[in-house]
């Protein structure tokens, strides 16, 4: 158990909807990493956070949005979904400070249909 | 550019064979921290190893070996005497700083390793 926590486990929705995906990093983390994995594709970085700011950004459509509350939790957005948008999401923690290793929690396995 | 290439996408080794997965990277900092992880057919993502641009020394963890070589940007990990429960994605990754002194990891696309018993 690597003490992050994502919910929910699977979501299955439907073309043109909006999700909402959850994360609580491990305890002192202040780093919050949102990861894509599909099929065709590997690890795919979409956003960090680091103590409730926006850090980072890779490879994030305009359709999707994160945040990182006060608490340290983050939530992933995602809206207008497409049946493209089918992956694995993944959320990650490290302490924040640069080299540390990211801790993964167990994904969201999200199915537009 | 990849930062961080893993060739073989996918390898097939008999139980009890070694298996080396193969990771080059590149990068233009001194410092830089390097990383293995492991992701078996439940799909969690498991860290096996942190090492550091100045410490070229070869790491051993049990069947596990890591060796590190920056003449030739490469970090191998080496399975020896493989077993089915070795059988998962692995993915190498590389840690920069940005410029403004934050975290900033790449990952390789992953090797698939099927063990057969």
């Known amino acids: 158990d690597s003490g992050v926590t994502q919910t929910p486990k699977h979501l299955i929705t439907a073309t043109g909807q909006r999700v909402t995906l959850r994360c609580s990093p491990r305890s002192g983390d202040l780093s919050v990493y949102w990861y894509q994995q599909s099929l065709d594709q590997g690890l795919q970085f979409l956003i960090q956070?680091?103590?409730?700011?926006?850090?980072a950004k890779g490879n994030i459509l305009e359709r999707f949005s994160a945040q990182q509350f006060p608490d340290l939790h983050s939530e992933l957005n995602l809206s207008s979904l497409e049946l493209g948008d089918s992956a694995l999401y993944f959320c990650?923690?490290?302490?924040?400070?640069?080299?540390?290793?990211?801790?993964f929690g167990p994904g969201t396995r999200l199915t537009v249909l | 550019a990849q930062k961080v290439t893993q060739a073989q996408t996918e390898i097939s080794v008999v139980e009890k064979e070694d298996v080396t997965l193969d990771c080059v990277y590149e990068?233009?900092?001194?410092?830089?921290?390097l990383f293995w992880y492991k992701q078996p057919p439940s799909g969690e993502l498991v860290f096996l190893i942190r090492?550091?641009?100045?410490?070229?020394q070869n790491e051993i963890s049990g069947r596990y070996s890591w060796n590190f070589q920056k003449s030739t940007s490469s970090f191998n990990f080496t399975i020896t005497a493989s077993q089915v429960v070795d059988s998962a994605v692995y993915f190498c990754?590389?840690?920069?700083?940005?410029?403004?002194?934050?975290?900033?990891?790449?990952f390789g696309i992953g090797t698939k390793l099927q063990v057969i018993p």
């Open positions: 956070y680091y103590n409730g700011e926006e850090r």
């Open positions: 990650a923690s490290s302490t924040g400070t640069v080299y540390n290793e990211q801790f």
């Open positions: 990068t233009r900092d001194t410092t830089y921290y």
């Open positions: 990754a590389l840690s920069e700083a940005d410029s403004g002194g934050y975290q900033k990891v790449t």
């Open positions: 090492r550091n641009s100045f410490d070229e």
